[in-house]
């Protein structure tokens, strides 16, 4: 397994397991899931804390720095919100109100 | 020019027949290491369920009709290396063959779970259609099953060993059943209908051991022992991508190998598509592995006629996913509240609850739908929906919905068809996206 799977297997799985026990208690599901093992307390304590921590913008950087197919050319996403229906003039002007 | 195909599922069989749409003077050669193409895997659990009745009903189409398209498939046959320099692949029992184009869709395989005894008799992973006739057989002798981790096509056996009258006992260490892509409120129904099924459920829980003398007669958890004559692998799916790796193509961090919009490789003449490679995520951009068969089939068509050819390019995934739970219809879109949590990703979500007919009409049915959208754009980033029926329909029309960058606003005021036998006054989909306005609000 190389680095990058490692860290994507890790980091996906104890991430998850975060959100879960969060959203669980959210929703009154009780979670389990103590850390049973050094790499358990490692990816729970020191790895998801300090992945939380990071700006949004660090946080994709380093996501996208990433090797994978996300690097090579892809369409790119629509614009967000879209543009309005070049049809549709709402009080004279090109652009839907947006709230 | 000659295109090699390695992979005989929907992938594989999708490349050769759109290549051949694209050139049909084109050699076209199929290599799979299985008896048999294109059928229906996701199919085996409602035959094992006898909710169809014979496994003959999820072949695509036969194998002379394979040949007559011009198609010419090695069944039992492994390839056993590529050479990317050469144009080579190099073949058990053929020796080496030579490919103008190359397209890889060696598919996926059950995450090994690696435990002690996993080489007893008993142990079953639903994917090839000859083993699962045998397994079908052998359904009839058991009385109890225990199914290791719960991911979906577990969660479709789970259902079809209970109307084989199985008691089963699901063993897996998320919190509550597909943890990895839906959210406890959403599969609540589902939980709920496993129990009144008499389903045990051991959530975050694992086994440690499959035990027994030549054959499996109980599976050791975290938990305690469980008496079992059957256990049903349902871990994750991982790529195939050994062949790949071996060739020095290039995988991605999900192990899958890495394509671009053409499902071009990294090296010259070789695509890849299906579940042996890895597709960006249209909203995060993160790659994902494991899609559906109708993603497969899509970039297995994309990889063939630009393999053969001419240009297509396939999108980057929103993921409309949908399935039966039991008494229910599960499905969603791109992110819901646990997957967004994960990747850090802000969201504001509403939840409605709907019918799917008009409420006097004969067979409607209750329907909820939470949508999550971002906050500064308003644009809907994912929806998760459970109901008795309509599901399908919904995530397919929400994932263009995430695609076009529609917003909640545009959501909230949506027409919606009323007809009382079809679909009732109130859409749940408006619903939710008026309650994510007030959320917004608060």
Known sequence: MSFTQWLRTNSQQYLLADAQQRIGRKNGVTVYGKPRTLKDRFWRYIFVPTYKMLPNGLRESLIHAMPGSHRRAWPKASPRPRPPHPFVKINGQGQAPRK | ?442
Not at chain 2, 13 to 18: F, I, P, Q, R, Y
Not at chain 2, 149 to 178: F, N, Q, S, Y
Not at chain 2, 186 to 194: C, K
Not at chain 2, 337 to 343: C, F, G, H, R, W
């Open chain 2, 1 to 442: 020019m000659k295109i090699v195909v390695i992979g005989g599922g929907a992938a594989g069989l999708g490349a050769a027949g759109a290549a051949l749409g694209v050139d049909p003077s084109a050699e076209m050669v199929v290599y799979t290491q299985f008896e048999d193409v294109a059928y229906s895997p996701c199919g085996i659990p409602f035959v094992h369920g006898k909710e169809i009745e014979s496994f003959d009903r999820l072949f695509l189409a036969t194998k002379q009709q394979y040949k007559d398209q011009g198609i010419d498939v090695h069944y039992e046959t492994t390839v056993e290396s590529i050479d990317t320099k050469r144009h080579v692949i190099k073949v058990q029992g053929e020796g080496e063959v030579r490919y103008d184009k190359l397209v890889l869709a060696t598919g996926w395989n059950y995450r090994d779970p690696n435990l002690p005894g996993g080489d007893l008799k008993g142990i079953y992973r639903v994917k090839n259609i000859q083993r699962a006739r045998e397994w079908d057989s052998f359904l009839d002798t058991v009385k109890s099953a225990v199914v290791v981790e719960c991911g979906l096509i577990a969660v479709e056996m789970v259902t079809a060993l209970v109307h084989r009258g199985i008691k089963v006992t699901v063993v897996d260490p998320g919190p509550w059943p597909m943890a990895e892509v839906v959210d406890p409120d959403i599969v609540d129904p589902v939980r709920a209908g496993w129990a009144e099924a008499g389903v045990t459920t051991l959530w975050g829980e694992q086994v440690t051991a499959f035990g027994g003398n030549g054959t499996l007669s109980y599976v050791e958890t975290t938990a305690g022992r469980i008496e079992a004559e059957l256990a049903i692998i349902g871990t994750r799916k991982v790529p195939n991508s050994d062949l790949a790796r071996a060739a020095g193509i290039a995988l991605g961090g999900t192990g899958g190998i890495v394509v671009d919009a053409r499902m071009q490789t990294s090296a010259p003449d070789v695509y890849a598509a299906g579940d042996c490679t890895e597709i960006p995520h249209g909203v995060s951009g993160v790659p994902l592995q494991g899609l559906s068969g109708s993603h497969a089939y899509a970039q297995g068509k994309t990889a063939g006629i630009n393999a053969a050819g001419a240009v297509r390019e396939y999108q980057p995934v929103y993921v409309p996913w949908a399935m039966l739970a039991g008494e229910w219809m599960i499905g969603g879109v791109s992110f819901g509240e646990t997957t967004a949590s994960a990747v850090g990703m802000n969201y504001v979500a509403g939840t409605a609850k709907g019918i799917t007919r008009a409420r006097y009409y004969p067979g409607v049915k209750p329907i909820t739908v939470k949508l999550l959208a971002d906050p500064d754009s308003r644009c809907l980033i994912g929806a998760q929906i459970v109901g008795g029926e309509g599901v399908k329909e919904r995530a397919d029309f929400l994932a263009v919905a995430v695609r076009a960058g529609i917003t909640i606003d545009d959501l909230a005021t949506m027409e919606n068809v009323y007809s009382p036998a079809i679909g009732a006054l109130n859409e749940p989909i408006q619903m939710a996206a008026l309650a994510v306005q007030q959320n917004f609000r608060r």
